[in-house]
């Protein structure tokens, strides 16, 4: 193992943020709530998008006031996580997963209610923001039980919010598109239970503080481990940076314009498009969950390698395909794709120690923020140029992967 790769993981393998042992019962239980608690917060989220098409017709929107939707939920989620992430790496606050989720549940109700553009955009907002308070500190929580399988953790914790994504999709062509924009309010039950749940880890979180098992501001460092220069952390960020940029912009176009394109392109209705984009989302969980598992093993740096260059094959040829194929290649995509971001989180985690809630925030802030500005900049270029343009330009996403060479080398185990 490299010099680096064992400051690496010297720097993150103390007490003060695993919390348990790798085998401790009580260690799954919490990330596997943390998980549940998570598809819960997608599930409602991905509603938002799933409205899209009811939206675009009742309230007569163009492409890019589609986009501003997703613009106003994400970036409300990106300019407050990092900020969410610092305060409670310095003042932990476990009850505030509560808080988050209860702030979605407004949002819900506020967007079943709406009669208006504006409010729409306001209740958009409104989720964005309980997202902004519930993924650093649920991410840095599930770190702390995570009994030094990091990987696996995240990757568990992800998997719940990927599945979320996908079921939101499903609920909203069997519920919402056949009773409407006012059904959303069904949903609210799923909030109150996932506040309940969430009361419930705040607590085991709050007692494990108080025991001493956990660190109060979670910043100290393990006996001998060695920081990596600042010059090398900043080139990785840098890289990590631009292999989000990569993901999330393609992320985005499947995400807010798939059904669009599906319709448009090859005249299926609209609950066929929510279908297929089920399968989509469906195939992200897998991905997410192997990325996570493959990376404790073999290292990050590999897993980075093959999840953004390999789907760039199945994204050259998508706006080619019939749709048959089309469905194969963004299963592909979503499985090979996924697999990237919880490899990519624990790595940044690693070169950044004792900042674990600063990074998550960051991290799933510039993941929603670019997802809000490429869904807004996509909309209008869709608007400009059809929407098929949009999946030809951004086939060529993925190439921005090579900038992986530039990430610290690590040996494997």
Known sequence: ????????????????????????????????S??????????????????????????????AQVGLITLAFQCTASLFQPVVGLVTDRHPQPYSLAVGMGSTLVGLLLMAQASSYPVILLAAALIGLGSAVFHPEASRVARMAAGGRYGLAQSLFQVGGNAGTAVG????????????????????????????????????????????????????????????????????????????????????????????????????????????????????VLGTLAGGAVGDRVGRVPVIWFSIL????????????????????????????????????????????????????????FSFGLGGLGAAALGRLADWTGIETVYQICAFLPVLGLATVFLPRHGRR
């Open 169 to 284: 999709p499903l609920l909203a062509a069997f519920i919402v598109v056949p009773a409407g924009q006012h059904s959303i309010v069904w949903f609210s039950a799923a909030a109150l239970l996932g506040m309940l749940v969430l009361f419930q880890v705040g607590r085991w979180y709050a007692a494990k503080r108080s025991a001493g098992q956990v660190a109060a501001k979670g910043r100290a460092s393990a006996p001998g481990a060695a920081p990596l220069p600042r010059r090398t952390v900043a080139i990785a960020i840098l890289v990590l940076v631009v292999l989000l940029f990569s993901k999330n912009i393609y992320s985005a176009s499947l995400g807010s314009y798939y059904t669009f394109y599906l319709i448009q392109r090859f005249g299926v209705s609209v609950q066929q498009a929510q279908l297929l984009l089920f399968l989509y989302l469906g195939s992200v």
């Open 34 to 63: 943390l998980s549940f608690c998570h598809l819960l917060n997608d599930m409602m989220q991905s509603l938002v998008p799933a409205l899209y098409p009811i939206l675009k017709t009742s309230y007569g929107l163009d492409f």
């Open 1 to 32: 193992m490299s010099g680096q790769e064992t400051a690496l993981r010297g720097n993150v393998a103390r007490p003060a943020e695993t919390g348990a042992r790798p085998d401790s019962g009580t260690t799954f239980a919490v990330i596997l």
């Open 310 to 365: 390999g789907a760039l094959p199945f994204t050259l040829a998508l706006p080619h395909a019939g749709l048959f194929w089309t469905a194969v290649f963004t299963v592909l995509i979503g499985l090979i794709m996924a697999s990237a971001f919880s490899a990519i989180l624990v790595y940044a985690q690693d070169l950044m120690p004792g900042r674990v809630g600063l990074v998550a925030g960051i991290f799933f802030g």
